[in-house]
T-cell receptor
Framework: EDQVTQSPEALRLQEGESSSLNCSYT??????LFWYRQDPGKGPEFLFT???AGEEKEKERLKATLTKKESFLHITAPKPEDSATYLC????????????FGKGTKLTVNP | DADVTQTPRNRITKTGKRIMLECSQT?????MYWYRQDPGLGLRLIYY???????NKGEISDGYSVSRQAQAKFSLSLESAIPNQTALYFC??????????FGPGTRLTVL
């Protein structure tokens, strides 16, 4: 069964304190890995798509990387406005066409 | 204007009532999806559609039905609502097997 596990479940940082969020996956065949940001009561907002091991993508203070078993979302010098839940999802080759989501990491950045 | 819109944004209903949630998109995508999100369970796929004539069940379709009225419109119905269908519901769209873009969500409460 395809599985996506995100850690930690929650993370508190001080403004400017860099850290990383982890997304590990066990799937029959990876077609793509997606990172989303979700604010409370709102829909997930697309951040990045990664397709193959070694790929990296950056956007402002965020950088996503991918290996054969996991992905990291690195947050450099975060600001309070980066506070949100970050969701990881994988698109698999086997079975029905669907995104398998992790449960998310809730990030809080204190000023 | 938002690319993916959902109506209503909030709905409170009673057990046994029929309710319809609507989704419209202006992105020109063929693929549309309905998800529900529950605390601690993450996003789960209810139904998805690749075009007007193609409807597929997701992992939690029991108690739900859908209608794809046009390329741009995809509705989710609860024929007889029950309290454990209280959740956040999201519509998403995609072009082929690519990034899914989410709507703002509908918060449904079944009393």
């Amino acid at each position: 069964e395809d599985q996506v596990t995100q850690s930690p479940e929650a993370l508190r940082l001080q403004e400017g304190e860099s850290s990383s969020l982890n997304c590990s996956y066990t799937v029959s065949g990876l077609r793509g890995l997606f990172w989303y940001r979700q604010d409370p009561g709102k829909g997930p907002e697309f951040l990045f798509t990664l397709y193959s091991a070694g790929e990296e993508k950056e956007k402002e203070r965020l950088k996503a990387t991918l290996t054969k078993k996991e992905s990291f979302l690195h947050i450099t010098a975060p600001k309070p406005e980066d506070s949100a839940t970050y969701l990881c999802a994988v698109f698999t080759q086997g079975g029905s066409e669907k995104l398998v989501f992790g449960k998310g990491t809730k990030l809080t950045v204190n000023p | 204007d938002a690319d993916v819109t959902q109506t209503p944004r909030n709905r409170i209903t009673k057990t046994g009532k029929r309710i319809m949630l609507e989704c419209s998109q202006t992105k020109g995508h063929d693929r549309m999806y309905w998800y529900r999100q529950d605390p601690g369970l993450g996003l789960r796929l209810i139904y998805y559609s690749f075009d007007v004539k193609d409807i597929n069940k997701g992992e939690i379709s029991d108690g739900y039905s859908v209608s794809r009225q046009a390329q741009a419109k995809f509705s989710l119905s609860l024929e007889s609502a029950i309290p454990n269908q209280t959740a956040l519901y999201f519509c998403a769209t995609a072009k082929f097997t690519d990034t899914q873009y989410f709507g703002p969500g509908t918060r449904l409460t079944v009393l």
